[in-house]
């Protein structure tokens, strides 16, 4: 089985602080790997995509991937109340088979 | 905007009857997908199709059938409704050259009585 693992939150994090995201997975096999937004009632958005070690930085935000320790987070830098969402985990195997964590919900207070 | 729409958007509906949501696309991407979103569950594939005429099953099957006859459409069917079928569903297209990427629709939510 194929598990992508994220902490449920509520991570409270307050208005500039950094917000520390983070994902595992068991499919060592596992290739790709993305992180949506998901405001309350509203469908999923892509923000990052990252394929291989390493940082990848886009604006606030900095997706890390480390195979070896099969986790991938996300940290979004001077966090506004707008990034308040839900934020999924995705993780893409070989193949067409993409396994997404069940999210982490993320609060910003002002 | 990758042009997806979904509909019905919502509906209410009641155990043992059939249901047809439908997807459509308007940038010809290969490749659609049909996922549910349950609380607690995240996001679960249920369908994909790479192409007209072809699709594939994904991790929760079982109970739906999907359809791509044309290129922009993608139906999934719920021969007959059981109440643990009520959710949201999203259909996602990826473009060819992003495989992975995926675009979601806004939704549907489903209840089923």
């Known amino acids: 089985q194929k598990e992508v693992e994220q902490n449920s939150g509520p991570l409270s994090v307050p208005e500039g602080a950094i917000a520390s995201l983070n994902c595992t997975y068991s499919?060592?096999?596992?290739?790709?790997f993305f992180w949506y937004r998901q405001y309350s009632g509203k469908s999923p958005e892509l923000i990052m995509s990252?394929?291989?070690?390493g940082d990848k930085e886009d604006g606030r935000f900095t997706a890390q991937l480390n195979k070896a320790s099969q986790y991938v987070s996300l940290l979004i830098r001077d966090s506004q109340p707008s990034d308040s969402a839900t934020y999924l985990c995705a993780v893409k195997s070989g193949g067409d088979d993409m396994r997404f964590g069940a999210g982490t919900r993320l609060t910003v207070k002002p | 905007d990758a042009g997806i729409t979904q509909s019905p958007r919502h509906k209410v509906t009641e155990t043992g009857t059939p249901v047809t949501l439908r997807c459509h696309q308007t940038e010809n991407h290969r490749y659609m997908y049909w996922y549910r979103q349950d609380p607690g569950h995240g996001l679960r594939l249920i369908h994909y199709s790479y192409g007209v005429k072809d699709t594939d099953k994904g991790e929760v099957s079982d109970g739906y059938s999907v359809s791509r006859s044309k290129t922009e459409d993608f139906l999934l069917t719920l021969e007959s409704a059981t109440s643990s079928q009520t959710s949201v569903y999203f259909c996602?297209?990826?473009?060819?050259?992003?495989?992975?990427?995926?675009?979601f629709g806004e939704g549907s939510r489903l209840t089923v009585l």
């Open positions: 996602a297209i990826s473009r060819d050259r992003t495989p992975g990427e995926l675009f």
């Open positions: 499919d060592r096999g596992s290739q790709s």
């Open positions: 990252i394929y291989s070690n």
